[in-house]
C-alpha cells in the first residue's frame, strides 16, 4: 500500500512542478513550451496512473484469489484495460465489482462464523452455567443439612 502512496506523492509533485514551469513559460509568453510542459506532464502521469491502476489490480486479485471469487470475463471490455505494452489490468470499474464480491463473500463467512457461535457455543455455554449453578446449589444444601 505503500507503493501506491508513494506513486500518488510523485504525482503531486509532477503536477506541482508541471505548473510552477507552466506559469514561469507563460510569463515569458512562451506558449508553445508551455502547451509541451502540460503534455509531458500528461504523459508522465498517466503512467503514473498506470502504475497505481497495477498496484490495485494486483491487491484486489489476492484478495479474490484468498477468497475463491472468480475474475470478470476478458470479453467485457469496461472491466479491464488493455496497456500499450500489452499487459491487461482492471479498470477502476472491474475493481469496484470485484470489492463488491470480495465484501459480499467477507460477510457471508462472518455470517456463518457468527452462527456457530449464537446456535452452537451460547447454548452450550448457558447449559454448562446453569449444571454448575444447580450442582453448586446441590453441595449448599448438602453442607448445609449437616
Same mark, same amino acid.
Given at each position: 500500500m505503500f507503493d501506491v502512496w508513494r506513486l500518488r506523492r510523485e504525482r503531486r509533485k +509532477? #503536477? *506541482?512542478a508541471a505548473d510552477r514551469d507552466a506559469a514561469a513559460a507563460l510569463k515569458a509568453d512562451e506558449l508553445q513550451r508551455s502547451h509541451q510542459i502540460a503534455a509531458d506532464c500528461y504523459l508522465a502521469c498517466q503512467r503514473i496512473d498506470d502504475r497505481i491502476a497495477r498496484f490495485l489490480d494486483l491487491e484486489i486479485r489476492q484478495d479474490t484469489q484468498e477468497l475463491d471469487i472468480a475474475l470478470p470475463s476478458i470479453e467485457e471490455k469496461e472491466m479491464w484495460h488493455q496497456d500499450p505494452d500489452g499487459g491487461v489490468f482492471l479498470t477502476s470499474r472491474g475493481r469496484l465489482h470485484l470489492r463488491k464480491l470480495v465484501d459480499a463473500e467477507k460477510a457471508r463467512r462472518f455470517e456463518i462464523k457468527t452462527l456457530w457461535v449464537t446456535k452452537f457455543w451460547l447454548p452450550l +455455554? *448457558? *447449559? +454448562? #452455567?446453569g449444571i454448575i449453578g444447580a450442582l453448586t446449589g446441590l453441595a449448599a #444444601? +448438602?453442607?448445609h443439612k449437616k
Open positions: +509532477l #503536477v *506541482a +455455554l *448457558a *447449559a +454448562l #452455567v #444444601v +448438602l453442607q
